[in-house]
């Protein structure tokens, strides 16, 4: 086993997993429940961790991750403006708050 992620936002790691789990790569994640320890130990060290199951595939394993984070980070980096209503919404949201237009089938991205 190798540790490849670790996270202080648990719902990260989670996705993350899910993220190597459908490219096939087998993941765990441990220290979910180390939180209780805050205060007693450094809080780095009460970060959940995404460990995968075969070691030689580390290399691809932090590769799939390294491209779903910059891939997310540019999602959430630039604003769009909705199809439907024509609202500019900032790029962290994915759906218009005024009509409910989903981001991703809003044909408009203002960074396009």
Do not use: Y
Not at 34 to 62: F, K, M, S
Not at 84 to 99: A, K, L, P, S, V
Request: charged share 30%; with cysteine; proline share 3%.
């Amino acid at each position: 086993m190798k540790r490849i992620f670790s996270s202080q936002n648990p719902m990260i790691i989670h996705h993350m997993k899910n993220v190597l789990e459908l490219e096939g790569i087998k993941a765990i994640i441990r220290n979910e429940n180390l939180t209780t320890a805050l205060g007693g130990i450094p809080a780095t060290e009460c970060w959940v961790e995404l460990w995968i199951l075969d070691e030689n595939r580390e290399a691809e394993a932090r590769d799939i991750i390294r491209r779903k984070k910059e891939a997310e980070d540019v999602a959430i980096k630039w604003p769009w403006t909705c199809s439907r209503c024509g609202e500019r919404i900032e790029g962290q949201f994915t759906e218009c708050w005024n009509c409910g237009e989903s981001k991703f089938t809003s044909k408009k991205n203002d960074h396009q």
